[in-house]
């Protein structure tokens, strides 16, 4: 059954990335876990991975703002007080899950999502290596904040950068931990994920320890 939640703030991280947070209103899920969010009309929905821990008081969301888009218009003018109709939380993508065997995070803009609320919720269990790829550096989300919680490599693609590695995640895939006892989850845009996997089972990872979750593609409309 749908309900609603009340936006309790809106931060920008960017020109286009932002972070809308809601009350909790006693949403149970664990991370990597989505809720569907409505546009205004009620009935377009599209699915968004939760970026909260599993014991905050809210619920976040990190969220690339499409202009031509069907619900991200709609949800980047919500101001607190807002309600916004939403499904229960469902998913399959399970950041870090994976029996005690080291793991490795691999994300692309707000591909993010599902690793920061892993982060936020198991603060004794991080990843041995994170990777984050923006096209600018105001688009990342609290990575400062990040690279406390564990080992971050940061990648800027559009923009020149002294202090982050300038290019792409998959410019890093060689200098990753590499390891067929490891698990690799990928989240962000298609392109990522399919050369990272392409990558990984060349290198004797098999698709088992392989976990991903398509944020994004060049043809979706959010």
């Known amino acids: 059954m749908n309900e609603s939640l009340i936006v309790a703030d809106v931060l920008w991280h960017g020109d286009e990335i932002f972070e809308i947070q809601f009350e909790r209103n006693g949403i149970t899920f664990m991370p990597g876990d989505c809720l569907a969010l409505f546009a205004e009309d009620g009935r377009e929905s599209r699915p968004y991975s939760m970026a909260s821990g599993c014991d905050e008081s809210i619920v976040r969301f990190v969220i690339r703002r499409m202009n031509d888009g069907v619900v991200t218009p709609h949800l980047a003018t919500r101001t607190p007080g807002d309600y916004v109709k939403c499904s229960p939380p469902?998913?399959?993508?399970?950041?870090?899950?994976?029996?005690?065997?080291?793991?490795?995070?691999?994300?692309?803009?707000?591909?993010?999502?599902?690793?920061?609320?892993?982060?936020?919720?198991?603060?004794?269990?991080?990843?041995?290596?994170c990777l984050y790829g923006v096209r600018?550096?105001?688009?990342?989300?609290?990575?400062?904040?990040?690279?406390?919680?564990?080992?971050?490599?940061?990648?800027?693609?559009?923009?020149?950068?002294?202090?982050?590695?300038?290019?792409?995640?998959?410019?890093?895939?060689?200098?990753?931990?590499?390891?067929?006892?490891?698990?690799?989850?990928?989240?962000?845009?298609d392109t990522m994920i399919d050369e990272t996997t392409k990558w990984l089972e060349k290198s004797g990872v098999n698709i088992s320890n392989i976990h991903r979750e398509c944020f994004f593609n060049e043809s979706y409309s959010a």
């Open 90 to 129: 469902f998913g399959w993508f399970k950041p870090g899950q994976c029996d005690g065997a080291p793991f490795v995070f691999i994300a692309t803009g707000t591909g993010i999502s599902p690793f920061l609320s892993y982060l936020r919720t198991y603060l004794d269990r991080p990843p041995v290596e």
């Open 136 to 189: 600018v550096l105001k688009d990342t989300v609290d990575i400062h904040w990040l690279k406390q919680q564990c080992h971050v490599k940061l990648c800027v693609s559009r923009e020149t950068s002294t202090e982050y590695f300038q290019g792409r995640v998959t410019d890093l895939l060689e200098d990753m931990p590499l390891s067929k006892d490891h698990h690799y989850y990928l989240c962000g845009l």
